[in-house]
């Protein structure tokens, strides 16, 4: 169901659609309540007779709502419509950082930058058990200030916390004890991207730079086109 301008959905007023992805549609919307103006995601119709679907998106609301930092997106309130069910965000003012890169090769100081804030979003999410599964150019936005916002947690997964050790490592269902490793793995291959040359290691286990006898030649991925 794609919605007009001028149309509402719930109390919010859509302006323009923002762009489509595999699980919805996400709008500019203007809050009359608060004057100001949000995103607005709604999932598709066929997905909202879908329990799985409908977990994951409910998951998303409530994993980046928990969060409060300043480079993870902002989730106002998760609601229902006739249009099914929907997601507010903070509107970001910017490119996505796949936008960034198809309008040319970063900087190297641009590069650097986005990888740090991306960085501090990730580890914050990391540090509450939260995992994004999802890290790729397309969820990073860069706004006009040059804040970077990590995006869609509708693939996240919660890990269940194992009794805290020196690391503040979490238990995972296979029973591996993960830490700060980790997360700095997690981050490694979407910001593999920011820079042109090879493309992120290809590594036969999540864990291997951090496991003993590790493959001293790891293979390069192919970039992506």
């Given amino acids: 169901?794609?919605?007009?301008?001028?149309?509402?959905?719930?109390?919010?007023?859509?302006?323009?659609?923002?762009?489509?992805?595999?699980?919805?549609?996400?709008?500019?919307?203007?809050?009359?309540?608060?004057?100001?103006?949000?995103?607005?995601?709604?999932?598709?119709?066929?997905?909202?007779?879908?329990?799985?679907?409908?977990?994951?998106?409910?998951l998303e609301a409530k994993a980046a709502s928990a969060l409060n930092h300043p480079n993870i997106i902002t989730?106002?309130?998760?609601?229902?419509?006739?249009?099914?069910?929907y997601l507010v965000t903070e509107f970001i003012?910017?490119?996505?950082?796949?936008?960034?890169?198809?309008e040319g090769a970063l900087s190297l100081e641009q590069?650097?930058?986005?990888?740090?804030q991306a960085s501090e979003g990730v580890a914050?999410?990391?540090?509450?058990?939260?995992?994004?599964?999802d890290l790729k150019p397309e969820n990073f936005m860069v706004t006009r200030d040059g804040f970077v916002k990590v995006l869609d947690f509708g693939v996240a997964k919660l890990l269940p916390r194992a009794e805290e050790g020196p690391a503040g490592a979490y238990q995972t269902a296979t029973a591996m004890i993960v830490g700060r490793a980790a997360s700095r793995l997690a981050r490694r291959p979407a910001l593999g991207?920011?820079?042109?040359?090879?493309?992120?290691?290809r590594l036969p286990h999540p864990l291997t730079p951090v496991l003993p006898h590790s493959d001293p030649h790891p293979q390069y991925a192919r970039p992506h086109p």
């Fill in 1 to 58: 169901m794609t919605l007009s301008r001028g149309s509402h959905l719930g109390p919010y007023e859509i302006l323009s659609p923002l762009g489509t992805g595999g699980m919805g549609e996400v709008y500019r919307a203007r809050d009359p309540r608060l004057e100001r103006q949000v995103a607005v995601k709604i999932l598709h119709p066929q997905f909202a007779k879908d329990p799985d679907r409908l977990r994951r998106f409910c």
């Fill in 75 to 85: 989730v106002h309130e998760i609601g229902e419509s006739e249009a099914g069910p």
């Fill in 93 to 102: 003012d910017g490119q996505t950082v796949r936008a960034m890169l198809s």
């Fill in 111 to 116: 590069a650097l930058d986005i990888a740090a």
């Fill in 124 to 133: 914050r999410a990391h540090e509450a058990g939260l995992v994004h599964r």
């Fill in 193 to 201: 991207h920011l820079l042109p040359g090879p493309g992120p290691l």
